[in-house]
């Protein structure tokens, strides 16, 4: 079992950068693929990046390609999402989320969830 606390979220300037972070207790990190999705009001929670058990391998939504990267520190047990050239659609609760099986986009093969982070972008 693990669990995930996001962290780094807040208020940025369209254009401007965040990195949000994921810290997750246990001892098997390396273990999980892991993930973020995005919820926006009145949104359903979509899938933004995922990142494999080796941080070898990456995949992405297609709005944030070329802008956010994703990627992960096992000895570390963290998960980072590096967002750059923000813009006010971006504008969610974030959450981490980790999956024993696979680092897939379907959010309902991630056993693990995060408490989640706002962003909020302005115009």
């Known amino acids: 079992q693990v669990q995930l606390v996001e962290s780094g979220g807040g208020l940025v300037q369209a254009g401007g950068s965040l990195r949000l972070s994921c810290a997750a207790s246990?001892?098997?990190?390396?273990?999980?693929?892991l993930a973020w999705f995005r919820q926006a009001p009145g949104k359903e929670r979509e899938f933004v990046a995922a990142i494999s058990w080796s941080g070898d391998s990456t995949r992405y939504t297609d709005s944030v390609k070329g802008r956010f990267t994703i990627s992960r520190d096992n000895a570390k047990n963290t998960m980072y999402l590096q967002m750059n050239s923000l813009k006010p659609e971006d504008t969610a609760v974030y959450y981490c989320a980790a999956d024993p099986t696979g680092w897939g986009r379907d959010e309902y093969k991630y056993d693990y969830w995060g408490q989640g982070t706002q962003v909020t972008v302005s115009s």
């Open positions: 246990g001892r098997t990190f390396d273990m999980y693929g």
